[in-house]
Each structure stands twice: as structure tokens, then as C-alpha cells.
């Protein structure tokens, strides 16, 4: 815990002069949140027929009063994928580039991109996730405090002359980070612009969005929340964007964004209401049915309608946004915490899916601890280091960094990075021999090496 704690401060903006738009259950979760200190502070926002809503709980900062407001400015991580697609809608309907062009033809004449059965990686591909382009480029620093910082064009032109695909574009959805950067790279070039500017000229200037930059003012920056993680004891840095800032760069606030989404939704009518439209239209599947692809957006399929979004999340920050198809009931949620929020948003835009519990700890000691660490392999081949570092136990998959995880009972743990639980079974010796990771609805086990049972 941090030395110096403040009470939280509830704050709720409303539109409504009788109600608020806030579902209680959603005011209620928010609340726990911070009061549980899984998030430092929280804003959700509402967008209903028109009117918009926010409800604000908590701080922006630990260190002294600073209550979170709708105009509190907070990273927003991958929610920025959505604005690159935007992007590349608009450079269309200018006649700047097509969807379907091959981004070799826009790529300098040195950096001469492989091939799998002679198919070219498009723009489309790199905006619905099926370039073929890994999640992130291997030549990057792995500096995880701040990872994107100083991955310049440069490296990003030496990482695609070198790079050999697995499979063909439009084979398969892989997210990728890299392919979003690399459109965002793109679409800037060719407008002879930074991202940043790009964004703020296209899509911030015609919404009235003067708090979504990727290098925010200063006078954005005395608004700005710490960002905070794991324990929620100290805050983590900012994160910086080079080459990549496409997939996750932006800076905004709660006003901001719920002025965006009731624009993506059709709610608003603006001048770019054309490569708003575009934006939001379904592209591909995903990597099931149940979810599609549109320009950045996700779109989920549910019997009451298509829920259309997009979350987010930098070291110290969760974010969410989206609407509903039908009924063009937005949403935006953000914190300053590595706590995901997916469910507060899914839940207001369909009330048959549930809040999540907040999760609650138990206190488990050293030698309990020491039992989990090992490796565990998958069947798709990719690994699980479990490792123990002052009686925190970290999880770490296969080139992805590690990050600690939380017992909730014995055998059973959480991350709060991501909405993921690991569960560690034990074999008749009653020992631990697997574990099942459970994300996104589906089970996955890894079985544990002989050779590190318990080694490290």
C-alpha cells in the first residue's frame, strides 16, 4: 500500500437532472474497485438517445487528492487501433490509397517484403488482423517499462526486409499489434504527417476531441492520471511511441471518447461521417464466429444485436469503448490501474452478460508458493515460466513478459492484467503436475515438465 492515502472521492457527472443514466450494479462495481484498491480511480461514461452520462469514482493519483472527472486524461492502449482505422477510411474516401492495396507499394524501394504462394500483405489485412505479421516485431527492445519507445521506422524497415512469414495474408486472424502500427506507419507517411498530427487533423479536429493526442499539452498533462499496476503501490511511467503509434499511442479522456463513439455509431453526424460508417462495417471473422472484424473495431454477435469494440490497456491503464448496433447505446470505461474493465462495458451495452466479481485474496506462504513454480508446456507448443520472486509468483508465456498472478483459494490464481484465471491440479501423489489457463471462454492446458518440477 502506498504510504500516503487518500479517501476516495465520488464525483458523478449527469446529463439528467432527475437520474442518473448509471445502472446501479455498474456504480456499484466501480466502487468496489477502488475501495478493494484493484484501480486507483475509475470513470465510466454513457451515451443514450443523445445524452451522455458519466459517473467518476476514486483518484487520478494516490500521492494527493485528485479526484478522476470525465476530462481526467488517461492512456487508452489499443482503443487507438480504432482511430487507425478510421484513418485508413478517410485516406480512401481521398483517394490517397485503397484498402486493398499491397503495402509493398508503399514501403520504400530497400525494404522488399517475403511472400507465402506470391499473396501481398494489404492494407485491409494489416487493419483486421490477418497480415500474417506476428504480434509484435522481434527486433524490438525489451525494455517492458517502456517498450515501444525507441522502435523507430528504422527498425521497423529491418525488421520487414528480414522477416519470413508463417502464412499467407488473410489466411488467419492473428492479433498484431505490428500490423496496426505499421498501417498507422503508413497512413502518415503517405499524408507527409507524424500519427500524432494525423489524427488530431482528421478525426479530432471535425469531432471537437482537443483532449486525444498522443503527445498530450501541458495543460493535458496536469489533468493526466498515474497510471499504476500489480500491488497499486508505486506508478509506473508513461508509456512513448515511435514508429508503432498506431496500435497504441493516444492519450484522451471520457468526454472525448464518448463523443467519438456517439459519432462511430451514427448518433452524431460530423464530416467524417462517411469513414465512420466504413469503419464500423464488419471486414472478417475473427477467430470464431461469434466475433468479426471491421477497420480496428471488433464486433461482437450476441441475440439481442452486435456489440461494436474496442479495449485497451498500457502498463498502468485499462480502457473500453464501444456501442451497440442497434440500439447506438455507447459506452466508455477507463482506469489507472492493470485491472481489466471489459465486463463493466459489455454489461451496460447487454445485460445478459454478467459483472464480473471482484476478485477477492487469500494469503498463501512461501513453501505453499514454492509448489506452483515450474514450466508447463501447452499442446500448441508455447510455455508457462511460473516463477517466485518475494513471495509473489509471476506467470510467463512464451515471448510475452511476466506478470504476476494472485491466489484466490489454493490452486486457483488471477491476473489482473487481463481477465484470465490459472488453475493448478495436482496428480494422485498430490503434487502439481498441469494447470488450465481460462481466458476468453476457453480452457487451456499445460503440463509440467519433469525437469523443472520444482527446481527454480
Known amino acids: 500500500m502506498h504510504p500516503i492515502l487518500f479517501c476516495s472521492v465520488m464525483v458523478v457527472f449527469t446529463c439528467l437532472a432527475d437520474r442518473s443514466m448509471i445502472p446501479d450494479d455498474i456504480q456499484a462495481k466501480a466502487r468496489s474497485l477502488v475501495d478493494d484498491e484493484w484501480v486507483a480511480g475509475i470513470v465510466v461514461g454513457v451515451i443514450d438517445q443523445g445524452d451522455h452520462d458519466f459517473f467518476c469514482y476514486g483518484q487520478a493519483r494516490r500521492d494527493r487528492p485528485m479526484p478522476t472527472t470525465p476530462t481526467t486524461v488517461f492512456e487508452i492502449g489499443s482503443i487507438t487501433k480504432a482511430f487507425t482505422g478510421v484513418l485508413l477510411a478517410e485516406a480512401e474516401r481521398r483517394g490517397e490509397v485503397a484498402a486493398g492495396d499491397p503495402i509493398q507499394r508503399y514501403l520504400p524501394t ?6 507465402v504462394d506470391g499473396k501481398a500483405i494489404t492494407l485491409l489485412d494489416l487493419a483486421t488482423h490477418r497480415s500474417g505479421l506476428p504480434r509484435l516485431p522481434t527486433n524490438m527492445d525489451p525494455n517492458l517499462a517502456d517498450p515501444y519507445a525507441d522502435y523507430t521506422t528504422e527498425k521497423l524497415h529491418a525488421f520487414l526486409r528480414d522477416y519470413v512469414p508463417k502464412r499467407a495474408p488473410g489466411e488467419a486472424y492473428e492479433y498484431s499489434n505490428l500490423g496496426a502500427g505499421l498501417l498507422g506507419n503508413i497512413l502518415a507517411a503517405r499524408a507527409e504527417l507524424t500519427y500524432d498530427a494525423l489524427v488530431r487533423e482528421r478525426i479530432c479536429t471535425p469531432l471537437r476531441l482537443n483532449d486525444t493526442r498522443v503527445i498530450p499539452t501541458a495543460e493535458m498533462q496536469a489533468r493526466m492520471a498515474l497510471g499504476y499496476e500489480g ?21 484522451s479522456t471520457a468526454s472525448d471518447l464518448a463523443r467519438f463513439v456517439s459519432a462511430a455509431s451514427g448518433l452524431t453526424k460530423t464530416p467524417i461521417a462517411p469513414a465512420l460508417e466504413k469503419s464500423v462495417e464488419k471486414q472478417q471473422s475473427a477467430d470464431s464466429e461469434r466475433v468479426g472484424v471491421a477497420l480496428g473495431w471488433h464486433i461482437l454477435h450476441r441475440e439481442r444485436g452486435d456489440i461494436v469494440w474496442h ?9 473500453f469503448c464501444g456501442f451497440h448496433r442497434r440500439t447506438r447505446r455507447g459506452v466508455v470505461v477507463l482506469t489507472n490501474a492493470s485491472f481489466g474493465v ?19 485474496t487469500v494469503r498463501l506462504s512461501r513453501e505453499q508458493l514454492r509448489e506452483y513454480v515450474g514450466r508447463y508446456r501447452m499442446i500448441v507448443g508455447a510455455e508457462f515460466d511460473i516463477t517466485l520472486r518475494d513471495r509473489q509468483l509471476y506467470a510467463q508465456l512464451s515471448n510475452q513478459p511476466a506478470f504476476p498472478i494472485y491466489p484466490e483459494a489454493l490452486d486457483r490464481f488471477f491476473y489482473r492484467v487481463v481477465e484470465a484465471q490459472l488453475d493448478f491440479k495436482r496428480g494422485d501423489d498430490g503434487r502439481i503436475d498441469h494447470l488450465i489457463l481460462h481466458q476468453n471462454g476457453i480452457d487451456q492446458p499445460a503440463q509440467r515438465l519433469p525437469e523443472d518440477d520444482g527446481q527454480r
Open 110 to 115: 530497400d525494404v522488399q517484403l517475403r511472400t
Open 311 to 319: 479495449n485497451g490497456g498500457t502498463a498502468g491503464y485499462r480502457s
Open 342 to 360: 471489459d465486463d463493466i462495458g459489455l454489461h451496460y451495452l447487454d445485460p445478459t452478460i454478467p459483472l464480473d466479481p471482484v476478485p477477492k
Open 231 to 251: 500491488n497499486m503501490a508505486q506508478p509506473v511511467a508513461n508509456w512513448a511511441f515511435d514508429a508503432l503509434a498506431g496500435c497504441g499511442a493516444l492519450r
